[in-house]
């Protein structure tokens, strides 16, 4: 009887370690994950002048985990946009420009299959692009002036059940414009994460902007909350009581401008 308690008890342990990890890992380029963290490209802009297409490149690894084979598929969302713009990806294969709201989830076809603790690769290795104005989807002629502003754009890597994202947020500045906003980003850790009735945001430095808020949206992207946020405020309590079960995504408002979204599992 012991020997089949301790049986049951190693396999217990075994599983939860199994699950605590992430199946599929997203690593930066100095080797640490960024699975649900932001990371921001800024990029100044003029209102008229032509500009090649804004790509950014081997930033990250996204890596299989485990010691079996496992198929990787990428889901892209829009969580902010910047109107009259484009965006596409690669992932395996280069996929045509979108406009803007035309495609708030977009769920690619191409797989790349990923071998044990090694990274994916294919054809074309994960790249992201934005294109700061319209195009004629027929001509490819460049279609009215340059937008400054942020857009946000959540990555989804999965295989099966297994899920792990990445957050791109583009910042384009005008420069031509003499009162530049500077954009101050609010970062932020929450714990615990997966919550149950309650998780904190811990600030990792005190909120200095009157004007910042903190916003919850669900997996559609409604706003199912959001609240102002005082200045030398170093974290807040969330109450869950209220939320249904299932993948929300915090945001930190500043001026305006989203500067961290991070994904809230509620259990």
């Known amino acids: 009887m012991k020997k089949v308690l301790l049986s049951i008890v190693f396999i217990l342990l075994f599983t939860s370690i199994s699950f605590s990890q992430n199946t599929i890992e997203i690593y930066n380029n100095n080797l640490q994950s960024v699975v649900d963290d932001t990371i921001t490209f800024q990029h100044g802009i003029d209102l008229t002048s032509p500009y090649n297409d804004f790509e950014h490149k081997d930033f990250v690894k996204v890596v299989n985990n485990t010691s079996d084979t496992v198929p990787i598929r990428v889901r892209r969302y829009e969580r902010q946009i910047i109107d009259s713009t484009m965006d596409y990806f690669c992932w395996n294969s280069c996929f045509d420009a979108q406009y803007s709201g035309s495609l708030p ?11 044990p603790n090694d990274t994916a690769g294919g054809v074309q290795g994960y790249t992201v692009y934005f294109v700061p104005y319209y195009r004629d ?4 002629a460049r279609i009215g002036n340059n937008r400054p502003g942020v857009a946000v754009y959540e990555y989804e890597f999965y295989s099966g059940e297994s899920r792990s994202s990445l957050f791109i947020k583009w910042v384009f500045s005008d420069i031509t414009s003499i009162d530049e906003n500077r954009i101050n980003p609010v970062a932020f850790k929450l714990y615990p994460n997966p919550a149950i009735d309650q998780t904190t945001l811990r600030f990792e430095k005190a909120i200095e902007s009157e004007r910042t808020q903190l916003a919850v949206f669900d997996l559609m ?15 807040y309590f969330l109450n869950l009581s209220g939320f249904n079960k299932g993948i929300y995504f915090v945001s930190i408002i500043s001026e305006g401008v989203v500067s961290k979204t991070s994904k809230l599992v509620v259990h």
């Not at 989830?105 to 797989?111: E, K, L, N």
């Not at 199912?224 to 405020?233: A, D, F, I, R, S």
């Open 221 to 235: 992207g409604k706003k199912v909350m959001e609240t102002n946020l005082n200045v030398g405020q170093e974290e």
């Open 137 to 140: 989807a027929i001509s490819g």
């Open 105 to 115: 989830v977009w769920d690619v076809p191409d797989i790349v299959t990923v071998l």
